[in-house]
């Protein structure tokens, strides 16, 4: 990684059950926004091909480094400038959170429903889920 990147870390397991499958979702979506940012996975687990799997078919598998299990991963972690902690009970203490503040909720509402109204408009996805249908239907 380069000075400039901006790096998220996360420390797990390679289990289903820690949803680093989540995080590299959730980082694929983001990618094209930051396009310097990168994600590093220290750990090592059974579903570790699964996600360097995922990774490269989200087409951030050259943006997504995993480095295994490490001894002492205090240097990586202190480089990245997010951690992200995708487990069951970092997202209930974040729905919680936004249950405890409605006020925040709202406003993270609001902006959520605008981007997904600029990026998937009503009329743009009526016209490619026909254009799918379309192309599916078999010739007269």
């Avoid at 480094?65 to 995708?86: Q, R």
């Avoid at 009503?122 to 192309?135: F, G, K, P, S």
Wanted: glycine fraction near 6%; charged fraction near 25%; proline fraction near 5%.
């Amino acid at each position: 990684c380069a000075d400039t990147d901006q790096l998220v870390g996360v420390v797990a397991r390679l289990t289903v059950q820690k949803g680093v499958d989540v995080l590299i979702d959730a980082f694929a979506s983001l990618s094209p926004s930051h396009p310097r940012a990168r994600l590093l996975i220290v750990g090592d687990g059974p579903d570790r091909t699964v996600l360097e799997r995922r990774a490269a078919s989200a087409g951030v598998g050259e943006k997504v480094h995993f480095t295994g299990w490490l001894d002492d991963s205090s240097a990586m972690l202190a480089a990245c400038d997010v951690m992200a902690v995708p487990s069951a009970a970092a997202l209930a203490r974040c729905i919680q959170e936004l249950l405890s503040d409605p006020a925040r909720a709202a406003r993270l509402g609001a902006a959520g429903r605008a981007r997904a109204a600029r990026a998937f408009p009503v009329d743009a996805m009526v016209r490619q889920t026909i254009d799918v249908y379309e192309a599916l239907r078999p010739a007269d």
